[in-house]
């Protein structure tokens, strides 16, 4: 497609949108639906999506696939073509914590989880969605990183090395492909509460909002409002950008 003149409907797009079974992914996934999309849910978790196809509605489909497998990546991106047209959306919001762990003792088997989902999980997704992007001149990715990859968070190491790569990567994409009409963002929430804490006790919920300045946990609807503007061709000059979401918490 050609570049849209800047609005913030999708009308007539295509969206995928990764981890979109469950939490921002699927907060996410409802807010470009509201705005036209039709989305590809993916997701590796089966009855998530199909509770979240249901949520969203006809329009969108619900496409397993496990974003540390570049097979299964590539697959996923193919149906996708197949059965709603090629995408000009891409969010990655596929992502693990892995363990909370004094760094001495982090296990490197997790270490290695959490980077080949949440970095290489990010890259493989966009390897997939760039060459379409670029041969149609228009195109949108946004990365979900996270606060946590500028500021740093003790004992969740792998999580937030994965962040601030994402973060990297994201610059490098967006200058990069900046004069091919595909802009390349990324997200950087506070907490949210979402499964990805698992269970909160009422300490680790008082931990995660403490250096909040607004004091509270974002909800996914308000990063719902921020992807779908960095979606959307309302967003035309910004690229390789990280956007913050936290409540005052990050310093830069
Ligand atoms: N919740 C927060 O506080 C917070 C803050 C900052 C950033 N983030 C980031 O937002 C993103 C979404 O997290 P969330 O809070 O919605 O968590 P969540 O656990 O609710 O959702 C994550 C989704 O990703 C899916 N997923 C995990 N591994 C996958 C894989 N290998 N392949 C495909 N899908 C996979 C899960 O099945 C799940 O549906 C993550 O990247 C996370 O790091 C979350």
């Not at 469950?22 to 089966?46: C, F, K, M, N, Y």
Request: hydrophobic residues 45%.
């Amino acid at each position: 497609m050609s570049d849209p003149s800047p609005s913030r409907s999708l009308s007539g797009q295509v969206a995928v949108v990764t981890g979109a079974a469950s939490g921002l992914g699927l907060a996410i996934a409802e807010r470009l639906t509201e705005e036209g999309a039709q989305v590809a849910l993916w997701d590796r978790d089966p009855t998530g999506l199909g509770h979240a196809r249901e949520k969203i509605g006809a329009t969108a489909r619900a496409i397993v696939a496990d974003v540390t497998d570049t097979k299964a990546v590539r697959a996923a991106w193919t149906k996708t073509k197949e059965s709603l047209g090629t995408p000009s959306i891409l969010v990655n919001s596929a992502g693990i914590l892995g363990p909370s762990a004094a760094f001495a003792d982090y296990p490197e088997e997790a270490w290695q989880r959490v980077l080949d989902v949440n970095l290489n999980g990010t890259f493989r997704c966009c390897q997939a969605a760039v060459p379409d992007m670029v041969a149609a001149g228009y195109g949108r990715i946004v990365n979900i990183a996270s606060v946590a990859g500028k500021d740093g968070n003790p004992y969740v190491a792998g999580y937030v090395a994965s962040k601030a790569a994402v973060i990297g990567l994201t610059k490098s994409m967006g200058k990069e492909l900046a004069t091919r009409g595909v802009l390349v963002n990324a997200i950087a929430p506070s907490a949210s509460e979402t499964a990805i804490f698992g269970e909160l006790t009422d300490a680790y919920r008082a931990r995660l909002i403490a250096n909040v300045p607004m004091g509270r946990f974002v909800a996914p609807r308000e990063i719902a409002e921020m992807a779908l503007w960095l979606a959307s061709s309302a967003c035309s000059f910004s690229t390789g950008a990280t956007f913050d979401i936290s409540g005052g918490r990050a310093t830069f």
